[in-house]
């Protein structure tokens, strides 16, 4: 993509024409949220203006047309990610909201004293402690596939750790620390050759990449909207149908219902309703469908090769830096758009606050996986990530600040 296609969708962000402290803003800082183009900002305005008005509920003309908006970004989610029926994909809140429901509803329902949950050591908190919670309860096991120094699964051992007791593998598509993309096929078909069954937590490939759930064949899929250009509040599961079908609801309440009477027992809607109880986040649900158009019209496989591309140049530039060390794999080709790191000499957190007086938005901290950074033996570590409107000049401006901060704290 050239300087001029990227230029011209920067200027459909309004955020990043901002200045922070006096500079330009430079926003690396993507795998914990992405900035919002003006169609999404606007949908949002425009919905509250024109449309509001409860989904499912109402035969006036508000209410008719707010489900159809609302169901109608439901199938642009689907279209996103190949799943067969927009039955099967469920608004939540986030990721970690997808990942709780599958714990505490499947797993409430298949996990056994005694049988194991498998999943890597480099799983964000939220595909790590619903599983702990879940495990602890039903006095299961918590398995880890093993993981080399570099960030990658060991495919070697795998069937050691994956057994005829494993009831699910839930696992990251890209870590969103060490930008490992994982082999999910292969890890898959030895999953449903031992009869469980797969999570994949797609919450850093799906903005990124084209994502088929059929292709990669797994039981459920979660992300996060915020992630991809959309609102913040709403997020997705998708599962398969038979498997949805059996399992018990999350919530209770309005709309998850067919049927309920002053006795003791109700009756499930069907899907995807039987996980949605209460008013939906139907405007945000709206901006969703809207952010999916935008990445559409982008094109996914496009926004993949320009961060490829940016990773590449940014995983150069860093290795150029000898008291920078980089977690996961020197290979650019094995990561996506995310490269954490740290210094050897400065606090990450020092570095983090040096930055952004120069405009500079990048992470640091734990993010969110504290036993995958600490088993690097260090408490934190600087994360920078990317999006479709980062450029490459602002790379330069990262690897200039980084040289005269360093120059400023080591003289
Ligand atoms: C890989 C991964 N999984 C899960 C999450 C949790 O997403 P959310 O905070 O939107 O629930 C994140 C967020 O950073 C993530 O990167």
Redesign the pocket.
Known sequence: MNKLYIDKIRSDFPILSREINGNKLVYLDN??TTQKPNLVIDSISDFYKNTNSNVHRGIHTLSIESTEAYELAREKIAKLINSPSSETVIWTR???ESINLVAFTWGEKNISSGDNIVITPME?H??IVPWQQIAKKKDAEIRYLPMTKDGKIELSNISKIIDSKTKIVSL?HIS?VLGTINPVKKITEIAHKNDAVVLL?A??SVPHMPVDVIELDVDFLTF?I??MMGPTGI?ILYGKKHILSEMPPYMFGGDMILEVSYEKDAKWNSLPYKFEAGTPNFADAVASGVAVDYLNQLGLENIWQHEKKITEYAMNKLSELKKIHILGSLDSNDRGGVISFYHQDIHPHDLGTALDQRGIAIRTGHH?AMPLVRSYDIVAAARISFYIYNTFEEIDIFISSLKEIEGYFTK
């Open positions: 795998a914990a986030n990721t970690s964000h939220s595909n990251t969103n937590d919450a850093q996060s915020h992630k997020g969110c």
